[in-house]
Structure formats: structure tokens, C-alpha cells
């Protein structure tokens, strides 16, 4: 997140850039619980028309429990190029990193109850601690342990499909639920803060699998990053390819059983989307990096807004904020997955356009900033 230029080299390049692209991937599933109270609900507003309903099936379809599984494996890598960082720079590694948690840790809060209640960055830093003790796994140790997590969070869900539960029990009270969520997205700050704090027990349910996976995919990082896989990638081509020939059909089968079966709110769905999505998330990331070789252009652009992506993420929730709430535009409940869809992408427009002028001339984000003089207690040179 805070490398001190924009593309010293291929590898740091192509991970800023593909760390970019997972931020519109986020984005765009995020962006239908800032617009609407009913997600939250694991329900369709019934203002939805069947126009609506194919927009939220597609999200769901190519995005939901995609995203931030590419997110979470940048994560793990980024932690082997910091460990080797501080073996160069010849620091002590360990207490700084559990400060950098810390303060990721606080920032994730505040994100949640003032931002955006599905904040991942507590998620992050409370596994950030699992990554640091294991840190001197072996790679194919790493692997077969991220397998055995996803098969056992798969194997407890289908448990719960056979013996016939629901996430959504009484569909009428969650639509009346989404119902007085979205009228409070459309008050002011305190009405917000309070709908913020009413959700946060419900996402603790939900991180029981999205955390879980998140950390699966960081073991993945973790010894893709041993391996320095992203440090040459031509010698890698067959593997990307690979990934591409199976993780496609694998991964678009999982994610249409996924979104036809309700999405989130189908267990059996559910239960299917957490053995396929690591695979799409894996086409998704071979595509982008072969892309990335042959179009150093877009590579360099996004690398910009990922070189951000602390910043980006929680500008994107301010923007959401500002955009649906009362606090700003009041759209909430107002705008249709359509719409919501591409505001998400003029948003993410500016974003870029934002970040590939603010690192000509800064050497960290905003935020990237902060944090980085919490975790070396010192005051890093700003401009460049």
C-alpha cells in the first residue's frame, strides 16, 4: 500500500495494479448496501423491477465473494515483500507489524460505525496476527492448509443446507427490516451511526465464513509470495493459463448456482460459491496480469490507485456516504442497481484520475501516510 514509487519494477507494478483493479471489484458489490437498506436484509427491495433484478443477479453472479478473495491474496503476498523489506533494512519486524495491525485495527472501526458497517479492515488486522505466526510456513504447507479451510467452512454449510437452514427465516419481516434501514440511511449523521451499530451483529455472523476465507486466501498470498511467483511472470505463463482454462468454467458454474439460488441468502448457493469463487477469483487475477504485460499503459494507471488502496477503500465509503445518505445526496432508496452500478464507476473514475495525480507528486496516500508514522513512529517525507 505504501511503496515509495508508483512502478520501480514489473512485480511491484503489476501487484499495485491488480490491487487497483480489486478495488472497482469491491466497489461494485459494495455499492448496492450504501444505495439500499435491503442487501443488508439478504432481500430485493419490491420496488425492483425484473430490469433490477438481472443487475444484482449479475453483481452477485461475477463479483460478490470474488472481490475481496483477490483482495485478501494481495494482502498475503504484500506481507512476504514487507518481511524481505525489513531483512534488507535490517529492522525488527514483528512489534512493528502487530502497530501496523493496531492501527489498521482502528481505522476499521471508525470505518465501520461512521462509514460503512461490511468494514473488512478489523477482519484484516485480527488475521494480520494468524499471518504473522505463520509466516515461516512453508509454501506448500500454506496451500494445503488455505484447502482444508475452505473445505471445512464448505462441509459446515453444507451441513446447515441439509438440515434445512435458512439465512432469511421470515422474509416479510427482513423486507420490513430493509424497509426502516433504508429510511435511516436517508436521515442524518446520527440516524447513520445508529443503523451502522444496529447491522454490526449481523455482520459478525457474516465474517464467521468471509473471515475464514479471507485468511485462505492470504496463506494462498503468502506462498505465491515465497515463491516470488509475480516476480517473473513469463516464467509463470502456464500457470496463469491454467488458472484461466479452469477457473473460469469452474468458477462461472459455482457463481450461477451462487446468484440463481438467491445469492447470500441461499445456503446450498452459498455452501457452492465457497469451493468455486476462489477459482474465478483466480481467472480473474491471471487474465488481469497477463493483460497487465501486454498493456503497460492500464497496468501503470490502476498501479496508481492501488499504490492508494487504503485511501481508495475508505474514500469510496465516504463517497457512498456522501452520495446516499442523508448526510449528503439522500439517493438512498432512491436509485436502482442500474444506477447504483454506474455511479460505483464514475466513482471509481475519479478515484483513478485522483491517484494517478496525487502520486506524481506525494510518495504515500493519505492514509497510507498515517498509518505508516503510527507504525514506524516517525514522520515520513511527504512529498516527493
Known amino acids: 500500500m505504501d511503496r515509495p514509487q508508483l512502478r520501480p519494477d514489473a512485480r511491484i507494478g503489476d501487484i499495485d495494479a491488480l490491487r487497483g483493479l480489486a478495488l472497482l471489484l469491491i466497489l461494485l458489490v459494495n455499492i448496492a448496501f450504501f444505495a439500499s437498506g435491503y442487501p443488508f436484509q439478504l432481500v430485493h427491495d419490491p420496488a425492483d423491477n425484473g430490469f433490477d433484478r438481472t443487475v444484482s443477479l449479475a453483481v452477485e453472479l461475477l463479483f460478490a465473494m470474488k472481490a475481496y478473495l483477490l483482495f485478501s491474496f494481495l494482502f498475503g503476498y504484500s506481507f512476504t515483500l514487507q518481511l524481505e523489506s525489513a531483512a534488507r533494512q535490517g529492522v525488527e519486524f514483528t512489534r512493528r507489524f502487530r502497530r501496523r495491525l493496531l492501527g489498521l485495527f482502528v481505522l476499521g472501526a471508525l470505518h465501520a460505525v461512521l462509514l460503512f458497517q461490511g468494514d473488512i479492515l478489523t477482519t484484516y488486522a485480527l488475521l494480520g496476527l494468524v499471518l504473522l505466526a505463520a509466516r515461516r510456513i512453508q509454501p506448500r504447507t500454506a496451500l494445503i492448509a488455505a484447502a482444508w479451510i475452505v473445505g471445512i467452512i464448505a462441509f459446515f454449510i453444507g451441513v446447515a443446507a441439509v438440515l434445512g437452514a435458512t439465512l432469511v427465516p421470515d422474509q416479510a419481516a427482513a423486507i420490513e427490516a430493509g424497509a426502516r434501514s433504508t429510511a435511516a440511511l436517508q436521515g442524518g449523521l446520527g440516524d447513520v451511526i445508529g443503523e451502522h451499530l444496529r447491522s454490526l451483529p ?102 496508481a490507485a492501488g499504490r492508494m488502496s487504503l485511501s481508495n477503500y475508505l474514500g469510496q465509503s465516504l463517497a457512498g456516504v456522501l452520495i446516499f445518505t442523508g448526510v449528503g445526496a439522500g439517493l438512498a432508496g432512491r436509485t436502482s442497481p442500474a444506477q447504483a452500478v454506474l455511479i460505483a464507476l464514475a466513482v471509481y473514475a475519479v478515484q483513478v484520475a485522483l491517484s494517478v495525480w ?19 513512529r516517525e514522520r515520513p517525507a511527504m512529498r516527493r
Do not use: C
Not at 209 to 238: C, E, I, T
Open 202 to 303: 449481523a455482520m459478525l455472523g457474516t465474517l464467521l465464513v468471509q473471515g475464514p476465507l479471507a485468511l485462505s486466501a492470504f496463506l494462498v498470498g503468502l506462498a505465491a509470495g515465497k515463491r516470488r511467483m509475480l516476480a517473473d511472470l513469463p516464467s509463470h505463463a502456464s500457470l496463469l493459463r491454467w488458472a484461466e482454462r479452469v477457473g473460469y468454467p469452474v468458477g462461472l458454474a459455482g457463481a450461477t448456482v451462487f446468484a440463481i439460488g438467491g445469492g447470500t441468502d441461499n445456503v446450498t448457493g452459498l455452501m457452492v460459491s465457497v469451493i468455486t469463487a476462489p477459482f474465478l477469483a483466480a481467472a480473474y487475477a491471471s487474465t488481469a496480469l497477463r493483460l497487465f504485460q501486454r498493456r503497460s499503459r492500464i497496468a501503470h494507471t490502476l498501479a
Open 358 to 376: 496525487w502520486v506524481r507528486r506525494f510518495r504515500y496516500g493519505p492514509v497510507e501516510w498515517l498509518l505508516r508514522a503510527w507504525t514506524n
